[in-house]
Structures are given as structure tokens and as C-alpha cells.
């Protein structure tokens, strides 16, 4: 049966996606490759067709694709965007590129149309492995009917359908997709108590391209550490196993290489490794916009992913049953929300709710399926109550995103007269 809901779960989402690029043509704010999406792409055409060579590069498209990318003043192919969201692109791009793109009649320059499909394939790829890995985390802790909904909220009732489905070339797909991953590789380091050199790499590759994905997701690396890990001496245990010699150098192995990529880039650019790409962006510490980052109706964290309050309940029933991974879930959203918050754009452009937080989805939709677990033990009147809010709260999420994709919501700061102007819209 499981098999069964996977592949209609599959098609549904691979057909919305490609449908809802079927009609938004190509070089524009609408589709694959424009503007940031292209900056992550660009790596890939220019390492397999320009040869990273500026003058190779048609005067017109940076211009045509949005700036996601330029020519700099040395006549370098400039992108402030770091390389793993290329890294995972990568076997689609090359499989569009030598395969489908020639037998298909189409140009082979890197943003003829099968390359733009090829985004909405590589997301949806990514997003479906994701969720399956978070019902393998959610299956060691839950029943499967907890397990199915926490899955099915995770992807309607959030942004993630938004970042998978609509804006496909961004790097949070990508980065859920590797959060669960880790967070998958770390409860299987603590269930068989052991780290051999396989999952040693496995997990060197994860957090590598984790933090080359964005560089935020530093943060998420702490995974390894305090999943599952509800003591002092546990922790000291779990750190022990990390730091044995051959577990600690096939681990590093990985993510040294993947860094040693991004710097020959940097060095590519300005003659030296050491570059701060995103000039004139910075952190503001002093005055973090926290109220505004969860609660304004400009991409509020709560209000676009109202199920995370949910989370946040669960989360708090974790350390009242003294789950291992409750403080650390606590600690993680603080720590998150006050460097989301502080970001000089707190409200991250033209997105579609707290795009920041995509990739923290897999850690709370644990702490959601405690919550459920919770009502589920309560009486029915509990229960019933619980169901009529969510319910119509995770509905109202994805027709949210619909209508942002319609309407093109987000473009500057807005009300709540405009959000429930559009919250009313058919």
C-alpha cells in the first residue's frame, strides 16, 4: 500500500510541477532560470560549455536570465551563490545536456528549454527523496498513520511545495533534501552505536554540500552531535565516536574537497581564496526583527507555515516527557530565528513566508508528530477540535502559495488587508 500512495504522491507532484511552468515561458521572474535560481545554475554551463571563459559567455544573458549572475570588471563569470545547489544538479544537467537536449532538436547552450525542465525534474527528485527519508526518521519513533500525516502537512502545510513546485531552482529543496539526509545518517549512527568509514563518508558528503548549499546551514551540523542525545555522558560518547581516527579523516574527506572547490572559485574571481561574496549583505545582530520574521503578514515564519506553532507545541511536549532532542529543537529555532532575523533583509526578497526555514522542516515535523501524537491520546472532542484547525490551516497554506505564484505576492512590504484580500481569492 505504501508503495502505491509513494507513486501517486510522485506523479501528483511531478505533474503540478511541470505544469505550472508549462505556461510561464522561459527568461522571465516566472520561470526555472531567472535571477537567483540562474546565480546557483550557472557553475554548470560554465564549467561544461564556457570553460569559465567570460568572452564565451553571450553578451545578453546575463541581462536575459535576470542578473543572476555577471560579468565582473576582471571579465569573470561572477555569482555570489556557493556551488552545491549545482553539485546536485549536476547529473541532470549532464544527462540534459549530452542526451536530451541533442536527441530533442534543441540547443545545447545551457538555457534552451529541456534545461529548464531539467530544474523542475532535479527538485522534484530531491523533494520526494527528502520526504522519504523523513518517513524513515518518523517511522523509528510513530505509527504509520502519524507518520503519513506528518508527512503530507510537511508538504502542503509549509512552503516546501512553494520551493519544489514554483520556485525550483532555489536552494531550499536542495537543502531539505540534505538536512533529512543527516538527520537520517544520525539516527542510524545512534541506533547501531558504531561510525564506520562508509557512513563516515556518507555523512562527510551530507554536511559538506549542506553547508555548500547555504552557507547558513552551518547551523544544522549540530545534528550530529545532539540528536537523540539526552546526557552529558551520552554526548561525551557520541563526540568520542566522531573523533576515532579513521571515522574522523573519512569523514573530512569529503567536505575538504567540496571547499577546496569553492575557494579555487573565489580565487578564480579575485586572485585569492578568501572572498566575502555577498558585498554590501550583512547580519545586524543588535537588532534582530524577530516579531517581524514570525508574524508579519511579509512572509512571517507562522503565518505562511501556521503548523509550525504546532511544532513548537510538540517540541515543548518533548521536554516535558524528557525526549532526547527536545532542548536541542528549542535551541536550534532561537538560534535560527535570531540569525534569520537579523539578516539585512529579514524577509528574504520576494519570497513566498520564511524561505529561511525550509530546510529546518525535517528537525520540527518530528516535534509536529508529537504533537499529533499527543492529540491523538486525548479525547475525541480534543480530537475533532485539533483536526478543524488544522485542517483548514494547511489548505489555506497551499492555496496561499498557489495564488502567491498567480498574483506574484511579496513584491515589497504589504498588509493584512492584502493577505486577506488574497487569502479570499478563488
Avoid at 270 to 281: N, Q, R, V
Wanted: aromatic fraction near 18%; include cysteine; hydrophobic fraction near 55%.
Amino acid at each position: 500500500m505504501k508503495y502505491l500512495i509513494w507513486t501517486l504522491l510522485a506523479a501528483c507532484t511531478l505533474y503540478l510541477a511541470m505544469n505550472l511552468h508549462s505556461r510561464t515561458g522561459y527568461f522571465n521572474y516566472k520561470s526555472e532560470l531567472f535571477a537567483d535560481k540562474v546565480g546557483y545554475y550557472i557553475y554548470l554551463p560554465a564549467t561544461f560549455i564556457y570553460g569559465f571563459d567570460a568572452d564565451a559567455v553571450p553578451d545578453e544573458l546575463p541581462m536575459l536570465v535576470g542578473c543572476g549572475f555577471f560579468m565582473d570588471h576582471n571579465d569573470k563569470i561572477y555569482t555570489k551563490y556557493p556551488i552545491g545547489v549545482a553539485i546536485l544538479q549536476a547529473p541532470f544537467f549532464l544527462i540534459t545536456h549530452y542526451i536530451i537536449a541533442p536527441l530533442s532538436g534543441y540547443a545545447t547552450d545551457g538555457f534552451s528549454p529541456p534545461y529548464h525542465k531539467m530544474i523542475d525534474v532535479a527538485a522534484w527528485a530531491y523533494m520526494l527523496l527528502g520526504l522519504m527519508l523523513l518517513a524513515k526518521i518518523l517511522g523509528e519513533y510513530f505509527k504509520p498513520t502519524i507518520v503519513w500525516l506528518s508527512v503530507l502537512a510537511c508538504l502542503l502545510g509549509t512552503n516546501l511545495f512553494y520551493y519544489h513546485a514554483v520556485e525550483s531552482g532555489m536552494s531550499h529543496v536542495y537543502s531539505f533534501f540534505l538536512a533529512t539526509a543527516l538527520l537520517r545518517l544520525t539516527q542510524v549512527i545512534h541506533r547501531r552505536g558504531q561510525l564506520t568509514p562508509t557512513l563516515a563518508l556518507r555523512v562527510g558528503a551530507v554536511a559538506g554540500l549542506l553547508v555548500l548549499t547555504r552557507f547558513t546551514n552551518v547551523m544544522l551540523l549540530p545534528i550530529l552531535l545532539f540528536w537523540e542525545v539526552g546526557s552529558l555522558k551520552a554526548l561525551a560518547l557520541r563526540i568520542k565516536l566522531f573523533l576515532s581516527g579513521p571515522a574522523l579523516l573519512a569523514m573530512l574527506a569529503i567536505p575538504a574537497t567540496l571547499i577546496a572547490v569553492q575557494l579555487l572559485y573565489y580565487n578564480y574571481l579575485t586572485g585569492s581564496p578568501f572572498h566575502y561574496a555577498y558585498e554590501g549583505e550583512r547580519f545586524d545582530f543588535l537588532h534582530p526583527e524577530l516579531l517581524k520574521f514570525w508574524f508579519s503578514p511579509h512572509n512571517g515564519l507562522f503565518i505562511y507555515a501556521p503548523i509550525m506553532a504546532f511544532a513548537l507545541v510538540g517540541t515543548v511536549r518533548m521536554v516535558e516527557r524528557r525526549i532526547a532532542g527536545g532542548w536541542f529543537l528549542i535551541v536550534l529555532f532561537g538560534a535560527a530565528s535570531l540569525v534569520f532575523a537579523s539578516w539585512w533583509q529579514w524577509y528574504f526578497g520576494c519570497a513566498f513566508g520564511a524561505r529561511s526555514f525550509v530546510e529546518y522542516y525535517p528537525l520540527f515535523m518530528v516535534a509536529f508528530a508529537y504533537f499529533l501524537q499527543w492529540i491523538a491520546s486525548k479525547s475525541i472532542p480534543w480530537q475533532v477540535c485539533t483536526l478543524a484547525l488544522v485542517l483548514p490551516l494547511v489548505v489555506l497554506t497551499f492555496k496561499n502559495g498557489y495564488l502567491y505564484r498567480l498574483c506574484y505576492l511579496g513584491q515589497g512590504d504589504w498588509d493584512w488587508g492584502y493577505l486577506v484580500e488574497m487569502a479570499c481569492r478563488f
